[in-house]
């Protein structure tokens, strides 16, 4: 079964920081893409990042860059998001997610992992 | 930056055809993807490329885009069906989600 599966996510004080890890199964990790998304509480979806599957280019949503760094380890099928200078406003569901395609959709996503930012 | 824009919420009579728009500037020549979100659960993607549905996503889900609007439709809705369901598009190297719908069947 194609799986994703995140973790690290825990309560943090503000500027503070955080790593997200999330680890693939099912499926030849190194062929694919990758993202992270998150979901605040109670609101929409919102794109963090992305990775292609060499690692070689990688892309930030604007109020991410500078603060999150995105990578992977292919030989382990792990994906990675580095989280500093941590504020209330990332207090949210973190996913990491599969993407496939031009466009590109994101086809799998894992359950998530909560990163609350709090003092 | 770009924007798509979604309802807030949507009803639909349980067994009717439900439409959710997702507006965007010349969104027509994009590639549209859907994807339905229940309470507690990751998003399931719906529809992909604007019409093409993965492999267990029933043939009720159908998408179309043109112009400034996409739409997914949801033909013979069902109460499980209720969920939020998003639109995304990529847009100069950023991924670009709606704000989200709440699909209510009566």
């Known amino acids: 079964e194609v799986q994703l599966a995140e973790s690290g996510g825990g309560l943090v004080q503000p500027g503070g920081s955080l790593r997200l890890s999330c680890v693939g199964s099912g499926f030849t990790f190194r062929n694919y893409n990758m993202n992270w998304v998150r979901q605040a509480p109670g609101k929409g979806l919102e794109w963090v990042s992305y990775?292609?599957?060499?690692?070689?280019?990688?892309?930030?949503a604007d109020s991410m860059k500078g603060r999150f760094t995105i990578s992977r380890d292919n030989a382990g099928d792990s994906l990675y998001l580095q989280m500093n200078n941590l504020r209330g406003e990332d207090t949210a569901l973190y996913f990491c997610a599969r993407a496939f395609g031009a466009g590109p959709a994101l086809d799998v996503w894992g359950q998530g992992t909560m990163v609350t930012v709090s003092s | 930056s770009y924007d798509l824009t979604q309802p807030l919420s949507v009803s639909v009579a349980l067994g009717q055809t439900a439409r959710i728009s997702c507006k965007g500037n010349n969104i027509g020549i994009k590639n549209v993807h859907w994807y339905q979100q229940r309470p507690g659960q990751p998003p399931v993607l719906v529809i992909y490329r604007g019409g093409n549905r993965p492999s267990g996503i029933p043939e009720r889900f159908s998408g179309s885009n043109s112009g400034n609007t996409a739409t997914l439709t949801i033909s013979r809705a069902q109460a499980g069906d209720e969920a939020d369901y998003s639109c995304q598009v990529w847009d100069s190297s950023t991924m670009v989600f709606g704000g989200g719908t709440k699909l209510t069947v009566l």
């Open positions: 990775i292609s599957s060499s690692g070689g280019t990688i892309y930030y």
